[in-house]
């Protein structure tokens, strides 16, 4: 008697809703089902870190009727489990025929030429709806309790975590939308984390980046970004200020659903890092800055939430022997992670002190802001031992030279006309938000 056909469908299978039940059945109909259920980190390679964790996704998908067995699929590629299951089929939505995912796609075809199996395509067209579902699904997984502990799972799922400045909820849902095909890893690529930063946040504002932009205001700031966007955010809480003022705020923070605050060893009258010694950057006493951050510590109510103490000392001109000093100091009061900041641009005193630092610890945290050293890829100071990296002033810097260039030409010409070629149609602006009404 000839046995049963084999099916193999690989799914995340995170928030599950009927598009999840419609394929299975479809599956099904070819013969016994597997469905490989991507690991945690597989997910988070090419999208948001999963909601539910391994263990539950499995137990879910195991539960449902017409699968016949579960089995883990380690990354994006087939190829480990096809070799083992060796199925007649595989099942998959025709949309990766196109993209990134035809690389996938294609080792999924010769591997299952090697002994006679099928691709089966079901048209994805008919699935927009689950995308929304999906969507819809994620904003209700919303919550500051789930959103808060993202960072950390990411950093457990990810080399690095690519965080990108947002100062209003326009420029959030840039950071929370904007997706690329990337070919280097045959999948998506996105920004994982949201920074609030205190230069943007005070330059949208017409302010000095003083720390005159107070908690209350960078407060407004958080809630208009939260409002639209499901990312883990990062605060540049400037100096934390007093340390009886700082202990609230990090109980404001942790309720608001932020994941961290990241605070600088500078005291007196703040300056921009960026000035470097071109401003007075007096650092603080180490001891004092290590006693803020045990406060902060101990004033902290949930498990997830992170402070990371910044050293100042290479922009103060203090050099990196201090720099370490000062780090091990703050990470024995409590720091859960640091962050290394330098304004010179050949990144070398940063590489010297990542190096250094990678010999001290090998897990703990360390964020970056290639700001100065652009040239310096993502993998270059990952390699060096960097796993979050901040684009800190990005879309401020490229909004700005934009409106100039549109205000000015606007006063040449004595209409606008001229700069139609440089923003965006009206009726795409008035539906730009999600949401919205289409017209
Ligand atoms: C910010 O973005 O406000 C920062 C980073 O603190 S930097 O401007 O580079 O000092
Ligand atoms: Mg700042």
């Not at 879910?60 to 089995?71: G, L, Q, Y």
């Not at 942790?254 to 300056?271: N, Q, Y």
Request: hydrophobic share 40%.
């Amino acid at each position: 008697m000839k046995e049963k056909k084999t099916v193999y469908l690989a799914m995340s299978a995170d928030l599950i809703h009927s598009g999840h039940i419609g394929i299975i059945e479809e599956a099904a109909k070819y013969g016994e089902l597997t469905v490989g259920i991507l690991s945690d980190k597989a997910v988070a390679s090419y999208r948001r870190a999963p909601v539910f964790d391994y263990e539950t996704r499995n137990k879910i998908i195991s539960n449902i009727k017409n699968v016949s067995r579960t089995v883990r699929q380690e990354t994006l590629d087939y190829t480990e489990n096809l070799m083992k299951l060796k199925p007649d089929y595989v099942m998959h939505g025709d949309n990766w025929k196109v993209g990134v995912q035809s690389i996938v796609r294609q080792k999924v075809i010769e591997t299952l030429g090697q002994w006679g199996g099928k691709l089966i395509e079901v048209p994805y067209d008919e699935r927009s709806e689950f995308i929304k579902m999906d969507a819809e699904a994620c904003a209700l997984f919303n919550t500051p309790d789930i959103r808060r502990k993202r960072l950390k799972t990411l950093l457990g799922l990810k080399p690095y975590i690519r965080a990108m400045e947002a100062s209003n909820g326009l420029s959030g849902l840039i950071v929370e939308n904007t997706t690329i095909e990337d070919e280097r890893t045959a999948s998506t690529t996105e920004y994982d984390a949201i920074w609030i930063s205190s230069l943007c946040d005070s330059t949208f504002k017409g302010k000095p980046d003083i720390e005159l932009v107070d908690i209350t205001s960078r407060i407004n700031t958080i809630n208009e970004i939260m409002e639209v966007t499901t990312k883990p955010m990062i605060l540049d809480g400037d100096t934390g200020g007093r340390t009886e003022h700082f202990t609230f705020n990090v109980r404001t923070l942790e309720r608001l659903g932020v994941s961290a605050v990241i605070i600088e060893d500078k005291t007196g009258p703040k300056h921009n890092s960026l000035f470097g010694a071109d401003a007075d950057q007096i650092l603080e006493d180490p001891v004092v800055f290590a006693n803020k951050i045990a406060a902060g510590k101990k004033a902290q109510v949930t498990g997830e939430f992170m402070i990371f103490a910044r050293l100042e000392s290479l922009i103060a001109g203090a050099g990196i022997e201090d720099a370490l000093q000062r780090a091990k100091m703050y990470i024995k009061a409590g720091a859960d992670g640091i962050m290394i900041h330098s304004q010179k641009t050949d990144g070398k005193e940063v590489a010297e002190f990542l190096k250094e630092f990678r010999k001290y610890s090998n897990d703990i945290p360390v964020i970056v802001a290639p700001t100065s050293y652009n040239h310096m890829t993502e993998q270059e100071l990952n390699e060096l031992g960097a796993n979050i990296i901040i684009y800190a002033n990005h879309l401020l810097r490229s909004a700005y030279p934009a409106m100039l260039r549109t205000a000015r030409k606007i006063l040449e010409c004595g209409r606008s006309k001229e700069v139609d070629g440089d923003v965006t149609p009206i009726k795409e602006i008035i539906t730009l938000i999600p949401g919205e009404r289409q017209v």
